[in-house]
């Protein structure tokens, strides 16, 4: 009886563990060329928006010799049974491998973080791995929340490329 007890336990704090150490996000997020930044609002109306091929630069799907501004947005819903680790680890890290050259990322329309700048003091950040925490306080439970990534392309490749784009409780992707 006394071992039965413990596999219970063991197998549930498993199940509490894989809900945790969960990715939040999926592949399917929106994409337009331009810019304006009442894109990064939660209301901006993304419905007639392209399909992003995430992880792949934009001229790998279909915005060949394209340099300029462009957009990515993703809404997700972030269930509340994850809110007491959230709370205890200083909220959720969004990982968004890298952007070719410069981003400004936007969570429910607060700026999160960013690598780079835009012309006329241009930074490129190419190389940088994008990794922001999302603070406790801006995540809508069980409700749709805004992911809204502002990219500026100088030349060549642009966009988000690479596979660690995830959303997780912070500290939790170490631990897997």
């Given at each position: 009886k006394q071992m039965k007890k413990l596999i219970i336990i063991y197998l549930a704090?498993?199940?509490s563990f894989t809900l945790q150490a969960q990715n939040l996000l999926d592949s399917k997020w929106k994409f337009a060329t331009g810019d304006d930044s009442t894109r990064r609002l939660p209301e901006f109306d993304d419905s007639n928006w392209t399909d992003?091929?995430?992880g792949k630069l934009w001229e790998n799907w279909g915005f060949q010799s394209y340099d300029g501004f462009g957009w990515y947005r993703k809404q997700v819903i972030i269930p509340s049974g994850i809110k007491k680790a959230a709370h205890k680890?200083?909220?959720l890290t969004l990982r968004l491998a890298r952007i070719d050259d410069v981003d400004f990322t936007y969570f429910n329309g607060k700026l999160i973080g960013n690598n780079g700048d835009v012309p006329p003091h241009y930074n490129c950040k190419y190389d940088a791995d994008r990794i922001y925490i999302i603070p406790f306080s801006l995540i809508l439970w069980d409700q749709p929340n805004t992911i809204a990534?502002?990219?500026?392309?100088?030349?060549g490749g642009g966009g988000i490329y690479g596979d660690d784009i995830s959303l997780m409780i912070s500290g939790t992707k170490e631990l897997i």
């Open positions: 704090a498993i199940c992003a091929q995430i680890n200083g909220g990534v502002r990219v500026y392309d100088e030349g």
